[in-house]
């Protein structure tokens, strides 16, 4: 079943009725909404190693509920998320710092920069900025050696995956090599990995170090 285009754009700057509308869709999904969660249910079946198959397993391994299932973050976050699947770079306070300065490199507007110091204040700082009661803020977690390794292959990729000209849609159902291939998306690191496995990878090496084992 197809997933419905987000329009991500309206989290940034731009048509105020385009993000009440934006909003009012996430706290329904928060609240739970089957339909869209049965299309993001549905990524379950997608051929093994296509970015779609890859993103389930990203929100199940980590115990995140899939988009418009109870608890949810809504589907406006869903390119950060596949943002993490291409760039390699974990969910953990070092690796949320570290992919917003890979969007920030990536991103055509002051929105990358803008998250990237969100993260900071979250994870870093520990004040609790954005994580909306649901992510535990912590600090010390700022690497710069990494942010900026992040950075700079954020500025190589050839499109803003935050833009509304970007249709994640499309891409479900292809291998994630060959969506990093297509926007020249080089992983940071390691691809994201649990237990010793790479999300999303049905095989492969599974000894890898993630940021020379900096972030463990």
């Keep these: 079943m197809p997933i419905r285009p987000v329009p991500w754009q309206s989290c940034c700057p731009g048509d105020w009725l385009q993000k009440g509308l934006t909003v009012a869709s996430a706290i329904q999904e928060y609240v739970g909404d089957s339909q869209v969660a049965q299309r993001y249910q549905s990524l379950e079946a997608v051929t093994a190693n296509t970015m779609g198959k890859a993103l389930f397993r990203y929100y199940r391994d980590r115990n995140f509920p899939l988009p418009g299932e109870k608890g949810s973050f809504s589907e406006i976050l869903v390119p950060h998320d596949l943002i993490h699947i291409l760039s390699g770079l974990d969910t953990s306070p070092v690796g949320e710092i570290a992919v917003a300065g890979f969007e920030a490199g990536m991103s055509k507007s002051q929105f990358g920069f803008e998250l990237l110091l969100e993260v900071i204040l979250d994870f870093h700082l520990g004040l609790n900025f954005t994580t909306l009661g649901i992510l535990e803020p912590s600090q010390n ?21 935050f833009s509304p000209d970007w249709s994640f849609q499309q891409w479900l159902d292809q291998p994630i090599e060959t969506v990093r291939s297509r926007y020249h998306i080089t992983a940071c690191g390691s691809p994201i990995f649990k237990s010793g496995r790479q999300i999303g990878l049905e095989s492969g090496n599974d000894q890898i170090s993630n940021f020379d084992n900096r972030t463990s």
Excluded: E, R, W
Excluded at 142 to 153: C, K, R, S, T
């Design 141 to 161: 977690n700022f690497i710069p050696d990494l942010v900026m390794q992040a950075f700079v292959q954020g500025t190589k990729v050839s499109q803003d995956l």
